[in-house]
């Protein structure tokens, strides 16, 4: 247990220099300054303007996880991968840290983000919204579906460069916006990159229905179970691919 905690430290402390911790503050607050002031003029009804900010976080998640993940790896590949390959006893040990403190990092950034928004909407515009449970179920949502982008842009960015990952990052982007609509009817549950807007569609699918609402919650359990199996699939995958890892070319 102090290993793990030495470890998660180290971590930190090679991102204290960089523009990461910044920017997890920064963007929470800059999302929800530029949603409230036009919300205020809006003529949209309330869920539908929570609706609207959630997904967009939901959609912008990719592209901005393979710009955090980009910035990470670069420090590695500033000492040519040595700390990362070298300094544990189980090689992917130091993978599992490194994905543990930015999938953290990316929770508190978009816990930071809803209570933002929520406390902005509530007291500023003096609209009621959803309940403080529904905005935690809303940011869990897009917490969990954050998990598999990290692992994702993590093995991108090891294994080819941060051009390449930001690349599939904005693919991903387009993606979730167009799995959005019916388009990602039975098929967002495939593609990891739709998981956290297609998770607050059907949480929130679920609060505007109230009673009526139970085939959202259905769909929303049956969708993470098998999103919880894919998760695995793809933890055991790059799992055994780090394993082998040995570096690569440092340079873009």
Known sequence: MKFFVRSVEVEIIKMKHTFLFPLHVILPIIGS?????????????ELGQISGY????????????????????RLEEQNHFQILLGSY?????????????????GALAIFGAVFFFASGYHFLLGKSGVSVR???????????????????????NLTFSRSVSQCVGVAQFLLAA????????GRWQFFPSAW??????LVLGGVCQGKKGIAYWQ??????????????????????????????????
């Open 33 to 45: 300054g530029l949603f409230l002031p036009y919300y205020q003029l809006s003529s949209w009804d």
């Open 54 to 73: 959630m997904e967009v976080i939901g959609i912008a998640l990719p592209f901005a996880v393979s710009i955090v993940c980009a910035e990470n790896i």
């Open 89 to 105: 006893a189980g090689k992917w040990s130091g993978f599992a840290v490194k994905c543990l403190v930015l999938t953290g990092m």
């Open 134 to 156: 529904d905005y935690m179920d809303l940011a869990m949502a897009l917490v969990l579906g954050s998990i598999p982008l990290y692992l994702e842009h993590l093995f991108l």
């Open 178 to 185: 167009l799995f959005l609509t019916g388009l990602g009817d």
């Open 196 to 201: 956290s807007a297609r998770g607050v569609m």
């Open 219 to 252: 769909e929303w359990k049956a969708s993470f179970f098998f999103c919880l199996l894919l998760l695995l699939l793809i933890c055991g995958i790059i799992g055994t691919w780090f394993h082998y890892y040995e570096g690569r070319q440092c340079h873009d």
